[in-house]
């Protein structure tokens, strides 16, 4: 973010503060319910796995993965895999659909689905 | 999934149902109306203000919404139905159950599960309380899908035959520290430490918490011996968690270092920030459901509170002497301090002089000044505390760290073994780790950092064994029923049981005084071996153990008596308990005193025991002196020692002695209150004092006396000369049995003695009989003299106390 414009001040009457008309640039993005986002997959567990977009954490759930997808707990590290092109782990990048989102000040989560079509494990 | 939804508590009940407005098969969303009921209340009418009210009753109809998205299955209530109190209503096939959540999100439905309305009684979040994910506090579980999860895992396990185990890090298999000295003995391979630390490893912590002069300081990790081909082979039979009280950075660092392709443990590593305590774990944080098939790796038992059963206790690792855990400042004191093995646990007192005594006084205090600030910081990168405790601590860390740079706990401790070295050389070359450590080889070597640890060798054995064991069960389990899945909790306690089952102990000096002996840590332990714990020295105990800080306590002279109890050190019981073998005593046997040794000891068998019915402590007549004053009690039983007379005429004047505790009701039993005179207050001893003077008149026991006088008084000097040497440390450890000195009583007779101590002790190594004529004529004077000077002193303690 950052700022070019700033106003003359104009002192407010009966408080002292003053009041600056700004003008600023900031990169800003929010995600929507039902938008695809790609994002990096950073933990996997039998639950689900995390994945992170820029400021937005994601937990696709092992529910919102298509059927043969399947948790491998013996490989190393820890993936879900459908035994063919599709290797969820660490580092992976997946393109998946948001469906539902959550903010507070400072931080942003959403639940993500790779169920469907062209969602779930980007080939470079 | 259905849910069977009830009315709420909040009606108010009696109600009736006027209409159902939703019938099964329909669609529902929250807060639909689904019914109508109608209550009647008595509503206050007319003026308020002139106080001319009444009640009326009215009628009211109300809608019933719904707390849950969904399908109606089934209503359990039917129209014109009364209903007086809370009951289920309602089937619902749900459309989520919200199982899975993640920071307030339902991960399947993708819906806001923080918000709260009046429709339904209980938040959302609360239906996934479970947190079992191991780098994870943001996803939690319902305990449905925490069960199907677990089972999951168990099928898998079983499978491949495999069990789960849960590894402690610091003092487990690894010892870290951040003392920069050891960066510089890696550097220096002149050093005589630099063989030791050249393995050791280390890494720096990159983390914004501003940390003064610690932050990017370098962690220090030595791995415990064996560790790699530890792990490796337990790996075939093990699935492997770490489970550490230290930070997630601190714990995948020393992952990384342990393990660096991660194949061992994987992605299973659970640190104190996901943990939610500071001072306890918890399986149920991994395995919420069941941990049948859990075992346990950790130095520390008191942080399992609630596993037990699972816990396989390890000797800490201590490689850097004295730095201790730098993660578990937050824990309470080791109470099983003197358990740990001899390198820690041998107090200095006993071993100045030797080169290997670490915990030598001087270094002492810088240790202490160490320790706190390795934690201090560790406490402060967690970030956790409330903004103006890590302030503090942030402020009184870079004060610790600075001076723990300047301080340098370890290169202090290696100057001092130095110095030690030279003159150890000139006295006593072999003197180094004679009888500490049977099990490790004699290091001549005199460097600070030894790396002498077995500990892994037995710990694999043990868990090798145990998953044999383990496996044997299931097999024998599954063949009737094929779902069954053995606890692993029992068949550890069963192969634990076995090492020392049908022994006996009785343990002296390990345990602090006033400390329930059987709820200590060591206690616990000895009992979880199978070993029967007693309180008191009687025949039929197997062995005695002794803190070989204090090889010389009542304790031992009642049971030198008996040659079938074994007197043995600390250090075999710790060594039977890692090896998890009934080790052959013989090497650990305590020289005992010649003057506890004495065949014909004063009150030789019978006289000194207790009834059989009250041995094993439970019932004991002591117990019941627990909130006794021990101090004056020790005094007296001094003065019993001291004075040999005292026992016969204890027979003599039974009946007549005024027994205090005469609320336990065994009063008359001779017995009792012959062993309780050991412990009684002043009064009677000055009685039976001066019952003494008259019973000296009756030739008989004047003949007993003479016959027992001699080796009992050297008894009492040898006592008091023992006494004397143990004054600088009354207070370290010990039981109810155990004679702790105090100064006051005892000096006073030390002086009286004093002339005859030195010949006393000398008549023990050369001819007796030669000087037992003499003496005898010596003793009978001084007895009298003695005599009198306890009573004076006795008079003396009353009028102070």
Redesign the interface.
């Known amino acids: 973010m950052d700022t070019f414009d700033v106003s003359e001040g104009r002192i407010l009457p009966g408080s002292g503060l003053a009041e600056f008309i700004v003008g600023y640039r900031a990169v800003v993005w929010r995600p929507f ?1 039902g938008e695809a986002v790609d994002a990096i997959v950073y ?6 796995f ?1 994945a992170q977009a820029g400021p937005l ?1 994601l ?3 092992a ?2 993965m298509p059927e043969e997808i399947k948790y491998d ?2 490989a ?3 993936q879900f895999t459908n035994n063919a092109d599709m290797v969820i782990e ?1 580092g992976t990048q997946v393109r998946v659909k ?5 903010t507070e000040v400072g931080e942003m ?3 993500g689905s790779i169920h469907g079509d062209f969602l779930g494990c980007l080939q470079a | 999934m259905t849910k069977t939804i009830s009315l709420g508590h909040r009606l108010r009940y009696p109600i009736t149902i006027v209409k159902i407005i939703k019938s099964p098969g329909d669609e529902i969303k929250k807060q639909d109306p689904l019914m109508q009921y109608s209550f009647k209340w008595m509503e206050t009418v007319g003026d308020h203000i002139r106080g001319d009210t009444w009640q009326e009753e009215r009628v009211t109809i109300a809608d019933w919404d719904s707390p849950v998205d969904g399908e109606i299955r089934q209503w359990r209530i039917k129209e014109g139905e009364v209903i007086t109190a809370d009951c289920p209503c309602l089937v619902v096939q749900e459309t989520c159950s919200h199982e ?1 959540q ?11 599960m ?1 918000e709260v309305n009046w429709a339904s009684e209980s938040r959302d979040t609360e239906r996934a309380p479970i947190n079992m ?4 506090t ?2 939690t ?1 319902s305990e449905v ?1 925490a069960q199907r ?1 677990e089972q ?2 168990q099928r ?1 396990l079983l499978r ?1 035959r495999k069990l789960s185990l849960v590894v402690d890090l610091d003092q487990t298999i690894i010892h870290a520290c951040i003392e920069p000295t050891i960066g510089e003995w890696q550097r220096d391979p002149n050093n005589p430490n630099y063989e030791s630390v050249k393995e050791v490893k280390s890494f720096q912590l990159n983390d914004d918490a501003p940390r003064g002069l610690a932050s990017g300081c370098w962690y220090y990790i030595k791995l415990r011996p064996g560790l790699e081909e530890f792990l490796r082979k337990i790996a075939d039979k093990y699935e492997l968690h770490v489970y550490t009280m230290g930070t997630r950075a601190y714990a995948l660092n020393i992952a990384k270092l342990v393990d660096p ?3 061992l443990f ?2 299973r590593v659970i640190s104190r920030d996901e943990n939610g305590s500071m001072t306890a774990k918890s399986l149920q944080r991994l395995f919420p459901v069941s941990t049948d098939m859990v075992v346990i790796i950790d130095d520390r038992a008191d942080v399992w509170p609630r596993n037990r059963p699972n816990l396989i206790k390890v000797v800490p690792y201590d490689f850097f002497k004295g730095i201790g855990d730098i993660n578990s400042s937050f824990l309470p004191k080791r109470e099983d301090f003197l358990a740990p093995p001899p390198a820690a646990a041998l107090p200095a007192p006993t071993n100045n002089g030797q080169p290997q005594s670490k915990n030598d006084t001087g270094v002492a205090t810088d240790d202490k000044a160490e320790k706190p600030s390795a934690l201090e910081e560790l406490v402060n990168m967690s970030g956790a505390d409330n903004p103006a405790l890590t302030q503090r601590q942030i402020e009184q860390q870079a004060r610790e760290l600075e001076k723990q740079i300047k301080d340098r706990p370890l290169l202090h401790l290696q100057e001092q073994i130095d110095k030690e070295d030279e003159e150890a050389e000139k006295t006593t070359p072999e003197a180094v780790s004679g009888g500490e450590r049977p099990s490790s080889p004699p290091h001549q070597r005199h460097h600070l950092l030894l790396d002498d640890d077995r500990e892994l060798h037995f710990l694999e054995k043990h868990l090798t064994g145990l998953h044999e064991a383990y496996y044997r069960e299931y097999d024998r389990a599954v063949s009737t029923n094929p779902s069954a899945v053995p606890d692993v909790g029992r068949v550890l306690d069963s192969l634990k049981s076995r090492v020392l089952r049908g022994t006996k102990l009785v343990l002296s000096g390990l345990v602090p005084i006033g400390m329930d002996v059987r709820k200590s840590e060591l206690g616990l332990q000895v009992a979880n071996f199978g070993a029967e714990l007693r309180d008191r020295v009687s025949r039929d105990i197997t062995h005695l153990v002794v803190s070989s800080a204090r090889p010389r306590t009542q304790k031992v002279r009642q049971a030198a008596k008996f040659s079938s109890i074994k007197i043995v050190t600390q250090e075999w019981l710790l060594e039977s308990l890692t090896q998890w073998k009934r080790l052959d005593e013989t090497p650990y046997l305590v020289d005992i005193h010649p003057a506890d040794h004495e065949p014909g000891d004063i009150d030789e068998d019978e006289e000194n025991l207790l009834p059989p019915d009250l041995e094993d402590g439970q019932m004991s007549p002591v117990d019941a002196l627990k909130t006794f004053n021990w101090g004056a009690a020790d005094e007296e039983l001094d003065e019993f020692l001291a004075s040999p007379s005292d026992d016969e005429d204890d027979e003599d004047q039974d009946g007549a002695s005024t027994d205090r505790d005469t609320a336990n009701g065994d009063g008359e039993n001779g017995e009792i209150s012959r062993k309780r005179k050991h412990v009684d207050d002043d009064d009677e001893s000055a009685a039976s004092e001066t019952e003494n003077a008259d019973d000296n008149s009756s030739s008989l026991s004047k003949k007993q006396r003479l016959a027992r006088e001699r080796p009992g008084s050297s008894l009492r000097a040898e006592y008091h000369a023992d006494a004397d040497t143990s004054l600088p440390t009354p207070q370290v450890t010990g039981d109810e049995g155990e004679t702790s000195v105090s100064n006051g009583g005892s000096r006073p007779i030390e002086q009286t003695v004093a002339a005859d101590m030195a010949d006393d002790d000398d008549s023990l190594d050369i001819d007796e009989d030669e000087l037992e004529a003499d003496l005898i004529a010596e003793f009978e004077a001084e007895e009298r003299e003695e005599q009198e000077q306890q009573q004076r002193t006795e008079d003396q303690q009353r009028e102070e106390g």
Do not use: Y
Not at chain 2, 133 to 136: A, C, G, L, S
């Open positions: 319910k933990s996997v567990n039998p639950h689900g995390f954490r937990f696709v759930s529910h919102l707990a013996n190393t590290p820890p660490p948001i469906i539902g989102t959550r989560w959403a639940i | 899975i993640f920071q307030g999100l339902c991960a399947i439905c993708g819906k806001d923080t994910t191991h780098d994870q943001s996803l579980v899908q999860a999951e895992l898998r491949q392709e991660q194949k994987g992605n």
